[in-house]
């Protein structure tokens, strides 16, 4: 991997910026979708569209590509958006979000779409998915990895813990599963429809290695990526503190925005919030 220099890490916060203006753009004109988790996950997506994945996006079947598994299919904007910005497909083809016909379905088609690893729904099913391609890479004596991509409510689902028995047991050191722990959830806060915590604890007891970082810190991400590429004997959890809306000064914290779109004005206002923040972040 190359070096995270400063200048890259401005680079991608620039990138998760333009990926959240996408996200707003995507929303509005779709009329329904999922603006909280999409929004708080562009630094992680832009950190691996720009610097971690080993992929190509001019053959996005090659072989030895890494695995990317958007498990909480739901928050797709987020991901189209940095794959179009990585080259995938056009960015004008966002705009066709939900749309009939579009190839960026409300949740990922991996027919329609060259470059998606799975069709997501049901929640749950994406990390068990994830590990059976681990598992697989492992049988074949494959060195590239699985990464999965997890809401904090999707951990409600019997399926994940199913999933996490068999990877801690086999020890799928080359799968790594990303938590969005933005603590909110279609009904409200996690921590009051179905109480997570200790998430940590759980996740260790079934035999995985859990780093806890800060979301929104690409260097944090990048490193605790970098630390479990390194561990040989487990799977890794990272937990990625976010804050759901991200960006967006009246979307954040509030789970009222988990299945909720912007109208014009509201557009309008979150686009002028994050430009002005996409011309601090070009100014450090």
Known sequence: MLDLTDKK???IEEAANTIREDIIQMLLAAGSGHSA?????ADVFAAFYFHILNHDPKNPDWADRDRLILSAGHICPVRYAAMARAGYFPVEELLTLRKFGSRLQGHPERM????LETTSGPLGEGVAQAAGMAYAARLDGK????YCVMGDGEQDCGIVWE???FAGAYKLSNLTVIIDRNNIQIDGPTEKVMPLESLKAKYESFNWRVIEVGGHNIRQFVEAVEEAKATEDRPTCIIAHTIAGKGVDFMEYKFEWHGAVPNPEQAEKALKELRTLGGKIESE
């Open 143 to 146: 060195s590239w990895r699985t």
């Open 163 to 165: 999933t996490l028995l």
């Open 112 to 115: 329609h779409l060259p470059g």
């Open 9 to 11: 890490v401005l680079a």
């Open 37 to 41: 988790g999409s929004l708080d996950m």
